[in-house]
């Protein structure tokens, strides 16, 4: 048996130019941090003793003979991409799916990671992160960009780059002093509703063209927000946030809705400097940055809905347990 352990991901800024048909063209790039939430895939041999030869579980449980008749795509792609036999897999995590904070990729990372380690093998972190990319957006055809499954296999604050040869992880240069800074400054609370970011993500992609301005401006904001962390300069980099969040409100008609306005506007009311929703927008997870001597007042405002603390983390997807009675 072996246990796989994978981040989940906030991103700051350039959340979208890392959508093929932008970045091959223009180039892309994203500012984001893993955190100290994640997810946990369990897998071990299933012993020959069933009726059936393997059993995947999550929110329900999937009993088959042939990753054919599995009806999750990620699971049924992956069993095929690596093929093993009477196993048993087991999915767990700290926060909900669908809810912008990555973690369908999260979980694509730690499932290839835990069927290599199965078989005895140990790829590096960036080549599973091209492996759950080519999973994702090939194999199984989901809209979306290449940013989350990098951040969940690498782990960290960092920049990360894309273009048409490939992708780049550049390492944020901040101090511990302005990282914790950070850290107490953001808050994450949970908007009350999940969607479904496929969908969402495809709007995106189809209005490429006519967002490219928004776009272009979405990727220079990660430079200047790089260069506010390096400076020490948060108010600044709080208030970049709401900046982002308008221009990215502007790239699907999808992002946003009466609900979500009205919960970023009682949050800027009561404290917030900026803030935006993570992923591709819709519901689930806002990240606000709340200066502390605010935070009382803010989370009296926000009352009725969940508050998550969490700090960085800079290990990204690992297995933390493996007993050694995996296929050699």
Request: include cysteine; charge should be neutral; charged fraction near 25%.
């Amino acid at each position: 048996m072996l246990i796989s352990r994978t981040p989940f991901r906030i991103s700051f800024f350039g959340g979208g130019t890392d959508y093929y048909d932008y970045f091959s063209e223009y180039g892309g790039c994203v500012l984001s941090t893993t955190i100290d939430k994640y997810c946990y895939t369990t897998i071990r041999n299933l012993p020959p003793f069933f009726e059936y030869k393997n059993q995947f579980t999550y929110s329900k449980i999937e009993r088959f003979d042939n990753p054919e008749e599995l009806q999750h795509p990620l699971v049924r792609a992956a069993l095929k991409y690596i093929s093993t036999d009477r196993i048993q897999i087991a999915y767990d995590a700290d926060l909900p799916a669908c809810s912008g904070i990555g973690s369908s990729s999260a979980f694509s990372v730690g499932l290839l990671q835990g069927l290599h380690a199965l078989r005895g093998e140990f790829p590096d972190k960036l080549s599973i992160a091209k492996e759950a990319i080519y999973l994702e957006r090939e194999m199984c055809g989901e809209a979306g960009g290449v940013q989350d499954q990098i951040a969940a296999a690498v782990g960290g604050f960092n920049r990360l780059s894309f273009d048409s040869d490939g992708f780049k992880v550049c390492p944020v240069q901040i101090s511990d002093v302005t990282k914790r800074r950070l850290e107490d400054n953001l808050l994450l609370i949970f908007t009350g509703f999940t969607r479904f970011s496929g969908e969402i993500a495809a709007a995106q992609q189809r209005n490429i063209r006519s967002t490219i301005s928004q776009l272009n401006e979405m990727k220079s904001l990660v430079y200047d927000a790089e260069r506010l962390l390096s400076e020490g300069r948060l108010t600044d980099f709080g208030r970049m946030l709401d900046h982002t969040w308008k221009l990215k409100k502007n790239l699907s008609s999808s992002i946003s809705n009466s609900e979500i306005d009205d919960i970023y506007e009682r949050a800027k009311e009561n404290g917030a400097l900026g803030g935006k929703l993570l992923g591709a927008g819709g519901g689930g997870f806002m990240l606000l940055y709340v200066p502390e001597e605010q935070q009382t007042r803010f989370k009296k405002s926000v009352e009725g809905l969940k508050y998550i603390p969490f700090k960085f983390e800079n290990t990204g997807t690992k297995i933390i347990y493996n007993d050694g009675k995996v296929n050699a």
